[in-house]
């Protein structure tokens, strides 16, 4: 899948998520396959930990990998976020 195509279903995820529950979701035939195909991703946009910022992120770097980018710089950047997001506030302190 490409990044759109995930952004628009998790977008309309979270719209629907504020009012239908999980179940009534989960029975929803239009993010069927999405759900196979993208588990991980479908569980965590249904529970409320989802981070729209690293999401968007994710997305991002997922079409710098779609434009082209090498694989390994766009690790790095995915490390240096999650370090900066996780790592850096507890050694500040």
């Known amino acids: 899948m490409k990044a759109d195509e995930i952004e628009s279903i998790v977008d309309s995820l979270m719209e629907i998520k504020k009012t239908k529950s999980i179940v009534e979701i ?52 995915v490390g240096q976020m999650m370090a900066e997001k996780y790592i850096d506030p507890v050694v500040k302190r």
Not at 31 to 56: A, H, N, P, R
């Open 26 to 77: 989960s029975e929803m035939p239009d993010f069927s396959e999405f759900k196979k195909s993208q588990k991980l991703l479908y569980e965590t946009v249904l529970s409320d930990g989802m981070d729209m910022s690293i999401f968007k992120n994710m997305m991002n770097m997922k079409r710098r990998l779609e434009s082209g980018e090498d694989q390994y710089s766009v690790d790095v950047r």
